[in-house]
Nanobody, 125 residues
Framework: QVQLVESGGGLVQAGGSLRLSCAASGRTFSSYTMGWFRQAPGKERDIVAALSGSGAFIYYAGSVKGRFTISRDNAKSMVYLQMNSLKPEDTAVYYC??????????????????WGQGTQVTVSS
């Protein structure tokens, strides 16, 4: 398992931007698919974006496509989520997650075996 620590959350006005960072431990970071999930109060945790180890595969939830960008720096064992044009409905706790399941690329929530502690993002109207 890889250890994950998120940072970069905070309070921002609607239309603003935030960049979340996730630092991973371990020497095999490039073999992990990385994902960002979020959970709003009273709602289930949902996937926001995911990126394969090599960067060949990428996924965005429809609600964030065109506004959020996931990226990674394998040399630094970091993954990022750049969030632009933020909306109040983006308010949630954001979690970084990782897995390195073999076979076809998967991004189901139960596929991710490592999770960070979460970082709060609050977007005011």
């Amino acid at each position: 398992q890889v250890q994950l620590v998120e940072s970069g959350g905070g309070l921002v006005q609607a239309g603003g931007s935030l960049r979340l960072s996730c630092a991973a431990s371990g020497r095999t970071f490039s073999s992990y698919t990385m994902g960002w999930f979020r959970q709003a109060p009273g709602k289930e945790r949902d996937i926001v974006a995911a990126l394969s180890g090599s960067g060949a595969f990428i996924y965005y939830a429809g609600s964030v496509k065109g506004r959020f960008t996931i990226s990674r720096d394998n040399a630094k064992s970091m993954v990022y989520l750049q969030m632009n044009s933020l909306k109040p409905e983006d308010t949630a706790v954001y979690y970084c997650a990782a897995h390195r399941r073999l076979g076809s690329w998967t991004i189901g929530q139960t596929d991710f075996g490592s999770w960070g502690q979460g970082t709060q993002v609050t977007v005011s109207s």
